[in-house]
């Protein structure tokens, strides 16, 4: 069995820019939490938000990521 790693954050839709949370997977895949249709303007692409945890830059919102192993 193998451990899949994501973490929780927040993305915007390409199409309409509405912000999500979202699951980010370790492969790069976005998920939107409590959809399995996409963003409710029908889109299923999105842009992640930046994190600026660990981070000294301030280009992007900042963004709190939490990690969990599935």
């Not at 915007?12 to 249709?37: F, Q, Y």
């Not at 992640?48 to 709190?64: E, F, I, K, Q």
């Amino acid at each position: 069995m193998s451990t899949q790693t994501r973490s929780r954050g927040a993305a915007s839709c390409t199409e309409c820019g509405r912000v999500l949370a979202v699951w980010l997977s370790s492969e790069g895949e976005i998920h939107p939490i409590g959809s399995v249709n996409g963003c409710p303007c029908g889109s299923t692409s999105f842009r992640p938000l930046r994190s600026s945890l660990g981070s000294n830059t301030s280009d992007g919102p900042d963004v709190a990521v939490e990690s969990r192993d599935f």
